[in-house]
Nanobody, 115 residues
Framework: QVQLVESGGGLVQPGGSLRLSCGAS????????MAWYRQAPGKDRDLVAH???????NYAESVKGRFTISRDNAKNTVYLQMNSLKPEDTAVYYC?????????WGQGTQVTVSS
């Protein structure tokens, strides 16, 4: 099992930046896949980015070139650096981990992009 806690959300103006953190309750070294998802009001929860244990990354088309996912195994933390934020990036952002045959979620952190 693993517990995930997101932090770093908040209110930011369009064009601004935020860095989200996802802290895990155990070592993430062996966790095959960790990801960030987001869910806007009235919409489905969608994949934003994922990173494998080997460091391979994948991004949604809407965030390519603006967001960067990374993992620090020593700190048991996954990050999402978000630059050039747009109002349409407003959502609750969730951290996700695939461990063995189970999927774990954090509680989410709100990101609001507004002037």
């Amino acid at each position: 099992q693993v517990q995930l806690v997101e932090s770093g959300g908040g209110l930011v103006q369009p064009g601004g930046s935020l860095r989200l953190s996802c802290g895990a309750s155990r070592s993430i070294f062996s966790i095959a896949l960790m990801a960030w998802y987001r869910q806007a009001p009235g919409k489905d929860r969608d994949l934003v980015a994922h990173i494998t244990s080997g460091g391979i990354t994948n991004y949604a088309e809407s965030v390519k070139g603006r967001f960067t996912i990374s993992r620090d195994n020593a700190k048991n933390t996954v990050y999402l650096q978000m630059n050039s934020l747009k109002p349409e990036d407003t959502a609750v952002y969730y951290c996700n981990a695939h461990l063995s045959l189970s999927v774990y979620w954090g509680q989410g952190t709100q990101v609001t992009v507004s002037s």
